[in-house]
């Protein structure tokens, strides 16, 4: 049981987009995404002898999401200001028409609870199935289907307040 | 879940990302090389803080004992009052019972000429 170069390669290419689409809903700056994403794969390959191909995307969801959490942890500590305006833009295609539609939905996902958000964003963008969601997470596979139902009612109601406002 | 919201706008992460993978696994020793000066920098500036912390304290210790002595000396040099100058000695109050008499210690420096009163 040993990864193969090739096999983290292809990895990277299946899994960039989404996790740098649930991260940037996390963290709100582009570098901080692609320096999380790049040292997810760079410590799962430093355990390569211990890794599983079969499950390698799970890991380094896993991976991500923990170095996501550490890095908020960090912010905190440093008082890092989480967002700005120009990090709202996002990636590099971004519209200048979606810049309102992401201020106001970093509103709301702030408001969510972080385990809601989490589940919400895997299940939007990583295409997962919720039992892979579940083992990502480490919760029951039951709780995923109820947590992204939750959220996502609060999500519109937060939007739907935050558009009103 | 994707046809009742258009909340999630899908982005594009920035270009360079598997290239900038492939060059730190083939070239390895170059972050390891990076990790191995960080951890002798946070070695130095631990040890530094630690020897630091070890030694203030007999720093702070000896600064007392040093502006002790000073304050000392400084008094025991200092004039004794307005209207009594000594000129090339020194001299030291002397605690006295009657408050219309004050006591001095006085000792000339080298020679033993008397101090003088005015």
Known sequence: ?165 | MHDDNRLFVELQPPAGGLLRLQQSLTHPHRSMRQRGLRLAAGFVLAVSVLMTIWQLPGVIVRQQQTAALTSALRAAIAPPAHDIQLIDGASLELPSNDPNVRLYLVQSAGSHAPAENH
Not at chain 1, 56 to 64: E, G, I, M, N, S
Not at chain 1, 94 to 106: G, I, V
């Open chain 1, 1 to 165: 049981m040993s990864l193969r170069q090739d096999a983290l390669y292809a990895s990277y290419q299946r899994l960039e987009r989404p996790l740098y689409n649930v991260l940037f809903r996390q963290l709100w700056q582009a570098e901080d995404c692609q320096d999380v994403i790049h040292d997810s794969y760079v410590r799962v390959w430093e355990r390569r002898e211990q890794v599983n191909e079969a499950t390698l995307d799970a890991l380094v969801w896993t991976t991500a999401l923990n170095l996501a959490k550490n890095k908020r942890r960090w912010r905190v500590l440093r008082r890092h200001v989480d967002v700005d305006d120009a990090s709202l833009q996002g990636g590099t295609d971004a519209q200048p028409h979606d810049f309102l539609a992401t201020r106001q939905l970093h509103e709301a996902l702030r408001k969510l609870p972080r385990a809601s958000q989490q589940v919400l964003l895997l299940s939007e963008f990583s295409g997962l199935s919720g039992d892979e969601i579940a083992a990502v997470l480490g919760i029951p596979a039951g709780t995923v289907a109820s947590r992204k139902h939750q959220a996502m009612e609060r999500l519109k109601t937060l939007m739907g307040a935050t558009l009103d406002a």
